[in-house]
């Protein structure tokens, strides 16, 4: 089996887990328009389940958000958040790593 990253524009090839993220998506198929309307109602369709793989720099930038029948949708992941740094104080060189006061 040979598992590519689910962005069309990437070519990235699945080579170990360690990098990236999987996803498990779901859908039903729609057998509803391929029916007969004077037909007897048919068993509801099993949902169908299917691995998707982005690549790491793909998946830093994108998220699959739903699969459908024309393929996956991607969606952008939204920027986190950076945690201010801390500004050190001035005169207090004890607090500086690595320093021996």
């Not at 691995?51 to 986190?80: H, K």
């Amino acid at each position: 089996m040979n598992l590519s990253c689910a962005n069309p524009d990437c070519k990235a090839e699945l080579k170990y887990l360690r990098g990236g993220r999987l996803f498990l998506m779901e859908r039903r198929p729609n057998v509803f328009h391929m029916q007969p309307r004077d037909a007897a109602p048919v068993k509801r369709p099993v949902t169908m389940r299917r691995y998707f793989w982005l690549c790491e720099s793909c998946s830093q930038v994108y998220t699959i958000q739903r699969w459908t029948d024309n393929g996956i949708e991607l969606a952008s992941r939204p920027m986190m958040k950076r945690m201010p740094t801390p500004v050190p104080t001035v005169g207090r060189d004890w607090a500086v790593p690595g320093l021996v006061g």
